[in-house]
């Protein structure tokens, strides 16, 4: 089967920093991908890790330890437009397909 | 850069009605996909292709089918409306390292 697990609910201060955890267990992994999507809109790529270690593009961040089923995504010097959820979906199908398994997101609300 | 496109925005249907929930992309992937989003809940894979002439089923399919008879197309049906299908309908496609969405299409069946 497949579970992806990540917290429902963040609060976090414009300018702080905010890590949002995603633990996984599926049948197959070939990489996991972080979205951000705002309230009535599409999800937007933000990262894509296939392989461990840490990935940076900007304010944002993304970890993978494959060993563990664990990633995160760090978003630093928070702003007012980071409130929106974030998907954590990973892809247990074989490269160069993505039949994604999502987890039920994790609402940030950016306060100030 | 249209991307990924979806037609209609928003639609609300009687039980029993049918529909096509048109998907195009412009950019030439072989891959695309349709999800669904409900409230509270991850995107579930309804339907995906791989190329045009060839379909398979997500994770939950039944009520629904498609035809992808160019790169560019993906349309969806829904051939008898039910409530259970209300939700955010998305469309996708994929390049490697990537998957675009739609805007999606936020269906009602009353």
């Known amino acids: 089967g497949q579970n992806i697990d990540q917290p429902t609910e963040m609060t976090a201060t414009e300018g702080a920093i905010v890590q949002i955890n995603c633990t996984y267990q599926?049948?197959?992994?070939?990489?996991l991908f972080w979205y951000q999507q705002h309230a009535g809109e599409a999800p937007t790529f933000l990262s894509y890790n296939v392989l461990d270690g840490l990935e940076e593009k900007g304010r944002f961040s993304s970890f993978l330890s494959r060993s563990k089923g664990y990633s995160y995504l760090l978003l630093k010097e928070l702003q007012m437009k980071d409130s929106a959820s974030y998907l954590c979906a990973v892809n247990p199908s074989g490269a160069g397909s993505y039949q994604l398994t999502f987890g039920k997101g994790t609402k940030l609300s950016v306060i100030p | 850069n249209a991307g990924v496109t979806q037609t209609p925005k928003f639609r609300i249907l009687k039980i029993g009605q049918s529909m096509t929930l048109q998907c195009t992309q412009d950019?030439?992937?072989?891959?695309m996909y349709w999800y669904r989003q409900d409230p509270g809940m991850g995107l579930k894979l309804i339907y995906y292709s791989v190329g045009a002439g060839i379909t398979d089923k997500g994770e939950v399919p039944n009520g629904y089918n498609v035809s992808r008879s160019t790169t560019e197309d993906f349309p969806l049906r829904l051939e008898l409306a039910a409530p259970s299908q209300t939700s955010v309908y998305f469309c996708?496609?994929?390049?490697?390292?990537?998957?675009?969405f739609g805007s999606g299409t936020q269906l009602s069946v009353l």
């Open positions: 599926t049948s197959g992994f070939n990489g």
């Open positions: 950019m030439n992937h072989n891959y």
């Open positions: 996708a496609s994929s390049s490697p390292g990537e998957l675009f």
